[in-house]
């Protein structure tokens, strides 16, 4: 049974950082792409990031590029999303999802298999 659990989610400061992990079971991560999405109330599914299956190949959000990192250990099985210099903005329910495919982009509608997600909150 495929499955992907994230984890690392929390109560951080404005300023603070967190990382999200992202485990992926019943399937090989190697070869599928990972994009990590986050949802605030009120507010459509955005893409975060996202990391072809070699890890050659990576996409950020505007909102994130310079704060944020993603990074893969297929040898574990999980990719990362370090989240650096957090602002209130970034609070949401933040998804790991897998395409299946080598490489996907930033669009939800690419990613067949989700997670359940990890709230993140940013608040002073």
């Known amino acids: 049974q495929l499955q992907l659990v994230e984890s690392g989610g929390g109560l951080v400061q404005p300023g603070g950082s967190l990382r999200l992990s992202c485990a992926a079971s019943?399937?090989?991560?190697?070869?599928?792409?990972i994009g990590w999405f986050r949802q605030a109330p009120g507010k459509e599914r955005e893409g975060v990031s996202s990391?072809?299956?070699?890890?050659?190949?990576?996409n950020y959000a505007d909102s994130v590029k310079g704060r944020f990192t993603i990074s893969r250990d297929n040898a574990k099985n999980t990719v990362y999303l370090q989240m650096n210099s957090l602002k209130p903005e970034d609070t949401a329910v933040y998804y790991c999802?897998?395409?299946?495919?080598?490489?996907?982009?930033?669009?939800?509608?690419?990613?067949?298999?989700w997670g359940q997600g990890t709230q993140v909150t940013v608040s002073s």
């Open positions: 990391i072809s299956g070699n890890g050659g190949i990576i």
């Open positions: 999802a897998a395409s299946g495919t080598s490489y996907s982009g930033l669009g939800k509608s690419e990613y067949t298999y």
């Open positions: 019943g399937f090989i991560l190697d070869y599928s792409a």
